[in-house]
């Protein structure tokens, strides 16, 4: 609207039609007032200004008065756009400090938003922190509950595989037990035999009779203190089913041995040829050794011809002893030397010079103790030429356990040279 005003004032000053043009710059003049329209004001305030001073210039001469008011309502006019301007300069400042707290305030509300996004966020990481920790707690508890349990059945287990243990070595023992009472009882038994047989035959003479009585006495005290050894081994061996570890004479072993088979050594006029000096002491367990010694040297006897000598003696070595008896019998031959230590093979025992029957689990046995005691078992054997047990035992207690799991040795005979007797 501004702009067409004042093109029509322009053309009607050209037209030397002042009113007209001032009529206009009136009207422009009031819809600028009531509209507060200031910016058509400040847009168009030199060609105003300019109009209005060619409609005053045009009508100079004839209208002073009428210029002279019109000065005025410009004068009023200019007040009036000065304070639309000050009023503008109020009202943008008013709105700009209301825009300003509008930021402030939306700044301020932004602010407590991501406050109360933080608190959300911190809340909800402490709860699940504290959820994940009650987890894991219950976690822990729940493992070690698994891990108590665990060990309990590992407990059991090995509690159940330990008695499975001892029972099977009770079942060993036992049948051990039962094989080396009817092996050490079974020859004095047929001794007995014999001499009450012999005793019940009507023709004997008294020097006969009192002869076998006399015998017979002395077997049945020999038999009487092997069934009291063989009990109280079992017994202790029933008590703690341990080795009796203990330092003992070897050469009262071997006596007390040579002794308990004396009926079987007179009974074929075999010579025992002991080279063991006294007080050789050893370390083992000397129950288990008994039998060792015992049976190794009723086996001797029992395959032996008569009249033959059996050797007993020991080599010293450097950390052990070699303990040895030697026969002069049948011998073994090279295959069966191969196979004397076989359970299976054992089970059918080679009858002796006088077709004495054995149970063949005598070596199996004396293997078994020579192995309880961690020495070792070294045979030699030749048909016709004899046979040599060699039982190495350590001199110091402590290297005994290294021998521990050693296989017995056999092999063909070789010619033995001179004991080295004890000089303990």
């Known amino acids: ?40 004001l400040n847009l168009f305030d030199e060609e105003i200004l300019q109009l209005r001073s060619q409609v005053r210039n045009v009508r100079s001469n004839n209208f002073i008065e009428l210029d002279s008011l019109r000065g005025d309502s410009y004068e009023n006019l200019l007040l009036a756009r000065q304070k639309v301007r ?18 402030l305030a939306l700044k301020n509300k932004i602010q407590e ?28 508890k729940k493992n070690k509950a698994i891990i108590k349990s665990q060990k309990s059945i590992e407990k059991q287990a090995s509690q159940l595989a330990h008695q499975n243990t001892l029972l099977k070595q009770s079942e060993a023992f036992k049948a051990k037990l039962f094989s080396i009472v009817s092996h050490d009882l079974k020859s004095p038994i047929n001794s007995l035999k014999i001499f009450v047989d012999l005793s019940s035959q009507k023709n004997l003479s008294s020097e006969d009779f009192d002869y076998l009585m006399e015998n017979l006495k002395q077997e049945l005290d020999i038999t009487s203190s092997l069934l009291d050894d063989l009990l109280y081994w079992s017994k202790a061996q029933m008590q703690t089913n ?14 007390k041995c040579i002794y308990t088979l004396s009926p079987n050594i007179k009974l074929k006029q075999l010579k025992i040829k002991n080279l063991l000096n006294q007080n050789l002491i050893i370390w ?18 029992k395959y032996s011809e008569f009249y033959k000598e059996i050797e007993i003696g020991v080599f010293e070595n450097t950390s052990s002893w070699d303990f040895y008896i030697k026969d002069n019998g049948i011998g073994i031959s090279e295959d069966r030397l191969e196979k004397l230590f076989e359970s299976n093979f054992s089970k059918g025992g080679t009858k002796g010079t006088l077709d004495e029957q054995g149970a063949g689990i005598g070596l199996l046995l004396c293997n078994d103790f020579v192995e309880s005691l961690y020495w070792k078992l070294h045979v030699e054997s030749k048909l016709a030429a004899g046979t040599i047990f060699h039982i190495s035992i350590p001199k ?13 040795q056999v092999q063909a005979s070789k010619p033995i040279k ?6 303990i």
């Open 396 to 408: 110091n207690p402590a290297s005994a356990s290294s021998s521990a799991g050693t296989q017995p």
């Open 113 to 140: 938003s991501k406050a109360q996004l933080g608190k959300a966020i911190t809340l909800i990481l402490i709860v699940f922190a504290l959820a994940l920790v009650i987890f894991i707690f219950s976690l822990k």
């Open 86 to 103: 000050e009023e503008l300069n109020i009202k943008y400042e008013t709105e700009k400090k209301e825009l300003e707290n509008a930021n």
């Open 242 to 255: 341990s080795i009796a570890w203990s330092n003992f004479d070897l050469s009262a072993v071997v006596n």
């Open 284 to 301: 083992g367990d000397e129950k288990r050794c008994e039998f060792i010694v015992r049976n190794i040297l009723h086996n001797a006897i």
């Open 1 to 40: 609207m501004g702009s067409s005003h004042l093109l029509l004032a322009s053309i009607a000053l050209k037209r030397k039609n002042p009113d007209l043009a001032q009529s206009l710059l009136d009207d422009l003049h009031i819809y600028i007032t009531e509209n507060k329209a200031f910016h058509i």
């Open 418 to 423: 001179n004991p080295i007797h004890s000089k």
